[in-house]
Structure formats: C-alpha cells, structure tokens
C-alpha cells in the first residue's frame, strides 16, 4: 500500500486518538508519541470484555462518582406526541415518545446545575457534543449535548457517549464563557429509550439509590418512598471500553487491519468515526477537538 492510501487511516486514527487525550485531559503532544510507540505491538481489541454481565448498568453505577452526571443539557429537545419539547420544560406526569413509538408518562425528571466555583465541577461533567448527522443521515436532527457516561441506542446496544468520541462529530466541548452547566435526567416506569433532538438515548436507569446524586433527589424520595432502593431492568445491554480496549481498537484501524476489530461496539464506532471524517471532509460539520 502506497504512502498515499496509507494517510486517511492514520488521520482517521489521529483525530480519534486526540478527541479521547481530551477528554482524558491528556496533553495532545504526549498523545502523537503514544500513538507512534504503539503502533508496531498491536493486539486484538477489547483489553477488557465489551459487555460485561456481571455489572448491567455499566454506563451508571459501574465506575463512576457518585456526582458524576449522567444526563442531557438544558436546551435538549425531547420528543413527546405533541413534538419536541425542551427538557427544561416538561414535568413528571407529561407524556414522552420512546423508540418504539409507544408514548409513556414521566415518573420524574432529576435536575443538577454544576457551578464553575462549586466543588464539584470537573472534567467529568463537561458535555460531549454529537453533531448533526453523526450518527446517520438523519440522526440526530441538531447538535445533542450529553454527559460523557450518557448512553445512547446504537445497533441494539447502549453505549456511553464517552466511547464514541472520534474528535470530529462527538467530542467532548469544554464549555466557553459558561459558568454553569444545568443537565435534566428523564425517568419512566421503566428503562425505556427516549428520542432527544432525534437521537435515541437512554431514559434514567434507577439503581441503588442514584437518585441521590441529584439536587431533587428529595422530591423523588417524598413521591416514591417505595422505590428508595429500587433498581429497574435494563432495556438492553450497556456496552463500554476500557481505556486500554478502546485505544487497541483505535490502533487497528490506523494501522489498516480492521479485520481486527470484531466485538459489535467497535464495529459501531467504526462506522460512525469514518463517517465523521467524511462529513469533516465534506464540510458539513468542524472539528471539536479541544
């Protein structure tokens, strides 16, 4: 293969490799020299298993701090059968559209502003933005801002936000002149996948007392006292990387073995970095890199 064919792969690999050094707070000119040493000891992906059964809400309380946020931005329009609504704007007992057409009542709705000066802003709680058409043609309609552990509905899997990263159409998006971030988390009777701005994701997986990590987490426990210690069933698997998994899988696209790649979630995120750098390509979205 001639030097020539070679590049696109490499910038496809490149481009990925620093939206995630984002988004891990890695400094970008450590990350072209980590990518250089690893190139010639690539292994088969999945430095840990994709979907690991033992702990089903992976994208929730496997891993995570307790203040980390698992929601959507002010401003998210939310699908309901009257059309979109803003998330700010809905209350429990409002109807919203799921995936499957049906349309479910809200069982509450958790709410967490993170402040600039408060203790517990972080990396962690900057949003990631998925561009329009990121993930196909049609989806999502607008620009979508998640939390980074947010799963969204791809291929019959639940995925984290975070794992999609490709530094082109999902990237994390630090936020400028911003001194607060407000983020609303849906809850239906049941784990359920909404459409936000389009986008299938995730409603609330209440599990062991999450709740709690919400400002409100009051007003659920005063309506649903029952439910204190509930945990709800997830509508599908949630599947996930771990860091050393996820940068094999990235090596083996830029190395041009992508028969390399076999577990559903790289496949997924495959398909949608390649078409990341198509629409980059066609100037029909800009790099997020930070």
């Known amino acids: 293969m001639t030097e020539r064919n070679q590049r696109p792969k490499v910038s496809l690999a490149r481009r990925h490799f620093l939206g995630l050094a984002a988004s891990a707070g890695v400094r970008i000119a450590a990350a072209g020299s980590i990518i250089a040493a690893a190139f010639p000891s690539v292994g088969q992906a ?3 298993p994709w979907w690991n059964p033992r702990h089903p809400g992976l994208g929730h309380g496997y891993g995570r701090g307790k203040h980390d946020p698992m929601c959507l931005l002010r401003g998210t329009a939310i699908m309901t059968p009257c059309g979109d609504v803003r998330i700010e704007d809905l209350r429990v007992g409002d109807l ?16 967490h502003i993170y402040r600039r000066t408060g203790r517990h802003w972080s990396k962690a709680v900057v949003p990631i933005r998925i561009a329009r058409f990121a993930l196909d043609d ?11 552990r947010h799963a969204i509905f791809i291929d019959g899997m ?15 998006v630090p936020p400028v002149g911003q001194d607060t971030l407000e983020y609303f988390h849906i809850m239906l009777d049941s784990h359920d996948v909404l459409l936000a701005e389009g986008a299938p994701v995730e409603s609330s997986l209440l599990e062991r007392g999450n709740y709690e990590a919400f400002t409100n987490f009051g007003e659920f426990a005063r309506l649903y006292p029952a439910d204190r210690c509930a945990t709800m069933i997830p509508c599908a698997p949630y599947v996930g990387y771990g860091g050393r998994g996820h940068l094999k899988a990235l090596l ?11 577990s559903p979630l790289d496949v997924a995120w495959s398909r949608i970095a390649v078409r990341g750098e198509e629409l980059l390509r066609a100037g029909e979205t800009t790099s997020v890199q930070r």
């Open 46 to 48: 999945g430095g840990r």
């Open 96 to 111: 919203v559209k799921t995936l499957s057409g049906k349309a479910m009542p809200i069982k509450w709705i958790g709410h």
């Open 138 to 148: 049609r989806t999502p309609k607008k620009d979508l801002y998640l939390s980074a």
């Open 158 to 172: 639940l995925v984290r936000a975070q794992d999609l990263v490709n530094g082109t159409t999902i990237a994390p």
């Open 252 to 262: 083996h696209l830029a190395t041009g073995r992508p028969d390399r790649i076999g």
